[in-house]
């Protein structure tokens, strides 16, 4: 199974429009959202096309194939308008790999879940990596449409015990596998 992993659209239906291309062109099967779906929040700049209404509508269109995570700038009215439910964290597995997800606001590089298993994947922070820290893969999927420090705009690829950061032009930023 392929699947793409994203962050931080913020309301922008611009990088969700791009995202929603990414996911079709890499064939993947499903798509998991690590929070800040539709608001912008205080300390962040309006991005480039911001229209929460439309993102929601190109993510209603996908549900069958969507997991999403709610992040620190997602309310309960959030839900109003979505056809999906918005979930704390989330764990997947690889093979025997299992795969920790959470937005970021409560576990991160600097305090790290004592349950994580394998590799542990958030955003919030809006800057893409992949590292290790002693047994446990860390990574950061960046933000789609409001990156800091310099880094692209970027989602993460995980199949076949490989995970990749790319740019949203498809470009492999970082890979390591798992």
Same mark, same amino acid.
């Given at each position: 199974?392929?699947?793409?992993? +994203? +962050?931080?659209?913020?309301?922008?239906?611009?990088?969700?429009?791009?995202?929603? #291309?990414?996911?079709?062109?890499?064939r993947?099967?499903?798509?998991?959202l690590?929070?800040?779906?539709?608001n912008h929040?205080? *300390? /962040?700049?309006?991005p480039?096309?911001?229209?929460?209404? @439309?993102v +929601?509508?190109i993510l209603?269109?996908?549900?069958?194939?969507?997991?999403?995570?709610?992040?620190?700038? %997602? $309310?309960?009215? %959030?839900?109003?308008?979505s056809e !999906?439910? !918005?979930v704390? #964290?989330?764990?997947?597995f $690889?093979?025997?790999?299992?795969?920790?997800?959470q937005? =970021?606001?409560?576990? /991160?590089? %600097? *305090?790290?879940p *004592?349950?994580? =298993? %394998?590799?542990?994947?958030y955003?919030?922070?809006?800057? =893409?990596?992949?590292?290790r820290?002693?047994?446990l893969i860390?990574?950061?999927?960046?933000?789609? $449409?409001?990156p800091?420090?310099?880094?692209?705009?970027?989602?993460?690829?995980?199949?076949?015990?490989?995970?990749?950061?790319?740019?949203? @032009?498809?470009?492999v930023?970082?890979?390591?596998? !798992?």
């Open positions: 199974m392929k699947i793409l992993i +994203a +962050a931080d659209i913020h309301g922008s239906q611009f990088y969700m429009q791009k995202l929603a #291309e990414r996911f079709d062109i890499e993947a099967d499903q798509m998991i690590l929070g800040d779906i539709y929040g205080p *300390r /962040n700049p309006l480039q096309g911001y229209n929460p209404m @439309e +929601a509508k209603n269109g996908m549900t069958d194939k969507l997991t999403v995570l709610k992040g620190n700038c %997602d $309310s309960d009215v %959030d839900t109003l308008i !999906f439910d !918005f704390a #964290e989330a764990v997947v $690889s093979g025997n790999t299992k795969i920790f997800l937005h =970021g606001d409560r576990y /991160n590089l %600097d *305090r790290l *004592r349950n994580a =298993g %394998d590799v542990f994947i955003g919030h922070f809006h800057t =893409g990596f992949i590292k820290e002693g047994d860390v990574a950061n999927c960046g933000s789609v $449409s409001l800091k420090e310099n880094t692209p705009r970027s989602y993460i690829v995980l199949e076949n015990s490989i995970m990749k950061l790319k740019d949203l @032009e498809g470009n930023l970082a890979e390591k596998e !798992f």
